[in-house]
């Protein structure tokens, strides 16, 4: 018994590295024919994926959930590369691989198409449920890496392609997906086609389809004559339509900001899927309870709206760096409402922030770039909240004018590309004319927070005040400016900023006579924690 189970083991093993090792190509294209119906969860597929080979291989993998010993999962009917009239090529399914050998290998420089027809119901990635009314619904809902599971495809944020879904579906259902709508068809049996194409590349984790008895309100126009629309349900269209209007506006409010626009429109959608919103390139879907008749989601409609720059064009290049997504759409979520209710509401989010990291970081001591495979680990305090601290210091460390031009010229330079941690340092540093390289190693590779005991006490003379800093976190010493505020006993306090570099430094203070209290940090720039002592 145990002799087999190893062999079984080494072979699977074998299996996945041969198809791994098999992966040299980069999908250009995806052409999804999908067919639903309301009789069962079974989905039928026609994949027609164009790719173009990087490196010569007998074989090419694609990712496609098998069903194995499973209910739940794909079958394939049948495979082609029409382009190279090879039929019946060697297929291999297993392990959530698809392993195709055809009887000619491929090239470097090659570009083939392959048609993949499929069958199954999908254990997970398009989520087949009823909504709040009871009603029968689709939704795509990818991320991280779950599109193979109802999809052919390499499921990977560095692998970008065009995409397009023919979904035939019965008559009853509206259909959105990316990009724009090429064709709406009634056919036989009750049943309509309907086709939309984006042409930017996208990562898999944002190629989407939403199937639902949609009420569907154009919202107006942003940026260069980009249509907004609402997707929501017949039941609560007229609070749904209230609440989703917002979208327009929000998305104006970047194009400002950022940069222009990528895709073609921007439909806000209520849906039912798992999470309670997501950022499906110009497809966004909310949660079910988004609607509610009082404009309740300004801060959720912000935050996916950011990530259609943050995420969908300028994309990680692995989910290591996930925060260039969520840290992102975090932050500039938060200068976006400072931009309407001011200063003071940002620094209370950055509060609330703070003390969400401090607590994170107490039971999971992990850094903010993170190589877990387990991708839903991801969706932590690291990632959101403190990705969005680590932008908000260099804000205030190197000012307004320098960040906002380095997130511009980040997006900019990164647009349909893929970038990691260390290209967005390399923005910055060349925007500041400042070497960065500690700033990035201490906030985003460093799995503690500084924590930081400080005392003082006058000195003979009550002129001066003693400091002390000690840095008690569990690892080598933050390099980091501190602002005091010293209460006087007047209107307003007197400003002073230190500079801190080691385990233990201590500072002199001109004060003069009169110092009430010391306040750590008064204008919420730095990530910390703090116990302060008067001696």
């Known amino acids: 018994m145990r002799v087999k189970y190893f062999i079984s083991f080494i072979l699977l093993l074998l299996f996945s590295v041969t198809t791994f090792s098999q992966r040299k190509i ?22 027609t994926i164009t790719f173009l080979v990087t490196e010569p291989t007998s074989s090419v993998s694609f990712d496609l959930a098998d069903k194995g010993q499973k209910k739940k999962g794909m079958n394939i009917v049948s495979v082609d590369f029409p382009t ?25 420089g090659d570009t083939a198409t392959v048609m993949i027809n499929y069958e199954g119901i999908p254990s997970d990635g398009l989520i087949i449920s009823k909504n709040q009314f009871g009603k029968r619904t689709f939704f795509g809902d990818n991320w991280p890496n779950r599109a193979h599971n109802w999809l052919p495809c390499v499921d990977d944020p560095a692998d970008k392609a065009s995409v397009e879904f023919i979904v035939t579906a019965p008559s009853h259902y509206q259909v959105i997906s990316n990009g724009i709508q090429l064709e709406e068809t009634n056919l036989p049996g009750n ?3 309907t086709h939309w194409k984006e042409d930017v590349p996208l990562p898999t ?3 989407v389809i939403g199937v639902a008895d949609f009420a569907v309100q154009h919202a107006g126009f942003a940026g260069n004559c980009i249509p907004v629309s609402s997707w929501v349900y017949t039941e609560n269209k007229k609070e749904g339509f209230y609440d989703y209007a917002i979208g327009k506006d929000i998305l104006q409010w970047f194009i400002n900001y950022i ?8 439909a806000n959608v209520q849906s039912s899927t798992m999470f309670g919103g997501m950022e499906n390139a110009s497809a966004i879907f909310y949660a079910d309870n988004t609607v509610n008749g009082e404009r309740t989601e ?11 720059w943050f995420g969908n064009m300028a994309t990680e290049k692995s989910f290591a760096h996930f925060w260039l997504s969520e840290g992102f759409a975090t932050y500039l979520t938060h200068v976006y409402l400072e931009s ?8 209370n989010r950055m509060q609330e922030d703070r003390e969400a990291v401090l607590s994170f970081v107490k039971y999971a001591k992990r850094p903010v770039v993170d190589s877990t495979s387990d991708y839903m680990k991801l969706l932590n305090a690291n990632s959101y909240q403190k990705g969005s601290w680590v932008l908000h210091m260099l804000r205030r460390q190197l000012g307004d004018s320098v960040f906002h031009k380095s997130i511009r010229d980040y997006y900019a330079q990164y647009a349909g590309k893929n970038a990691e941690t260390k290209d967005l340092q390399k923005v910055f540093e060349h925007n500041s004319g400042k070497k960065l390289e500690n700033f990035f190693q201490q906030w985003l590779h460093t799995p503690v927070n500084p924590q930081l005991e400080i005392s003082w006490k006058y000195l003979p003379g009550n002129q001066k005040i003693e400091l002390t800093v000690k840095q008690l976190q569990d690892a080598a010493p933050f390099e980091l400016p501190l602002e005091l505020a010293l209460d006087m006993g007047k209107p307003r306090p007197k400003f002073e900023k230190i500079y801190i570099s080691k385990k233990t430094e201590t500072f002199i203070l001109n004060t003069g006579s009169g110092l009430i209290n010391i306040k750590t940090d008064p204008n919420t720039s730095l990530l910390f924690e703090a116990k302060l002592i008067r001696q």
Do not use: C
Request: hydrophobic letters at 35%; a positive charge.
């Open 84 to 108: 190279r009239n090879a039929l019946n090529p060697l297929v291999e399914h297993r392990n959530n691989k698809l392993l195709l050998t055809p009887y000619t290998g491929f090239k470097k």
């Open 205 to 207: 984790k944002v190629m």
């Open 298 to 308: 300004e801060r959720l409609f912000a935050h996916e709206i950011v990530h259609q």
């Open 26 to 47: 980069d999908v250009l294209h995806y052409k999804f024919a999908i067919e639903l119906n309301d009789s069962n969860d079974s989905i039928k597929g026609l994949a």
């Open 259 to 266: 940069g222009p626009y990528a895709y073609p429109k921007l």
């Open 191 to 193: 049943n309509k086609l």
């Open 340 to 347: 309407k209710y001011g200063t003071d509401s940002l620094n």
